[in-house]
């Protein structure tokens, strides 16, 4: 998944909290961070700490991938000013 702003990392939380059925208070613990805290995360807080957000990531047994972002295949603006047509 995609991940481009603190908005997304929230929600992406939220539901893995979801599908793997943790109440926020038990996820909290078993992180070691306050149910306010990762509610906060949950609400896309664009502040959170990375150190607590690792916390949490690793205790739904997930683990943060980062590469470049692909570069397109085609030049969509070229391709559309290719078309002619006015904007």
Known sequence: ???GNADDLGRYVRSRRGAARISQADLAIRAGVSRRWLSDLESGK???EIGL???ILGA????LDCRPEPT???DLDAFLDSL???P
């Open 53 to 55: 957000v690792f916390k």
């Open 84 to 86: 002619g047509g006015a």
């Open 46 to 48: 664009p502040t959170a």
């Open 60 to 63: 739904l047994g997930l683990y």
């Open 1 to 3: 998944m995609r991940i």
């Open 72 to 74: 397109p295949q085609i």
